[in-house]
C-alpha cells in the first residue's frame, strides 16, 4: 500500500511538471519517499477547505443571520467593520447570530467556513445589492429582514434591535 501511495505521488507530482520525467527510484528511495510524499498530499488536502453552498432558509428558526456585503476585504468599510467587531463578538452565540460576509472578489464566508461563488451571488441578487455595494443586514430567525445599515455599524447597534425582538424577550427568560 504504501508503494501505491509513494508511485501515484511521484506520478501525481511529475504530471505537474511541464516536461514530466520518469524517476528511477530503488527499493530504499521508494520507502524513504513515502513518507515525503504522504506529507505533501496530507498539506495540499488540509490546506484548501471544501467551498459549501448556503441557502439563507437552511438557517431559519435556527439562528439569526447577520449579512456583511462587500466589494473586497480590501474595501474601507468593510476594513472599518471588522475593526468595530473585533472586540465585540462574544454575544453573537448568545443571540444565535452567524456573521455570513459576502464579498464580490475574494471568499465570501460564514462563520469562517468558505461558500460557494453561486451561495455568494444569489445572496446579493436576493438582497439587491450589486458587487460594489457595502451593506449590513441582520434577518431573523423568521428569515425577514429586520435592518440594513448602509455604513459600518456597531455591533451593540445590533444587539439593541436584536434584544428588542419579542422571540429575543422570550429567550432570556
Not at 501525481?12 to 521508494?30: E, G, K, N, R, V
Not at 510524499?37 to 490546506?47: D, E, F, G, K, P
Not at 467587531?85 to 465570501?108: C, H
Request: net charge negative.
Amino acid at each position: 500500500m504504501q508503494r501505491l501511495v509513494a508511485i501515484g505521488s511521484v506520478l501525481f507530482i511529475s504530471s505537474a511538471c511541464s516536461t514530466p520525467q520518469t524517476i528511477p527510484m530503488s527499493h530504499d528511495s521508494l520507502n524513504t519517499s513515502v513518507p515525503i510524499a504522504v506529507s505533501v498530499i496530507n498539506s495540499v488536502a488540509t490546506s484548501t477547505q471544501p467551498e459549501m453552498t448556503f441557502n439563507l432558509s437552511d438557517e431559519q428558526w435556527q439562528h439569526r443571520i447577520l449579512l456583511v456585503f462587500a466589494p473586497s476585504e480590501q474595501s474601507p468599510p468593510y476594513q472599518q467593520q471588522q475593526q468595530a467587531w473585533q472586540s465585540r463578538s462574544e454575544g453573537m452565540q448568545e443571540r444565535d447570530l452567524k456573521l455570513l460576509e459576502v464579498l464580490a472578489t475574494g471568499a465570501s464566508r460564514v462563520d469562517g467556513q468558505p461558500i460557494s461563488a453561486a451561495s455568494a451571488d444569489r445572496l446579493r441578487d436576493q438582497f439587491g445589492l450589486a458587487p460594489e455595494d457595502f451593506a449590513v443586514i441582520l434577518v431573523g430567525k423568521d428569515g425577514t429582514e429586520k435592518q440594513r445599515f448602509s455604513q459600518p455599524v456597531d455591533l451593540s447597534d445590533i444587539f439593541s434591535t436584536i434584544d428588542a425582538m419579542p422571540m429575543r424577550q422570550q429567550e432570556m427568560l
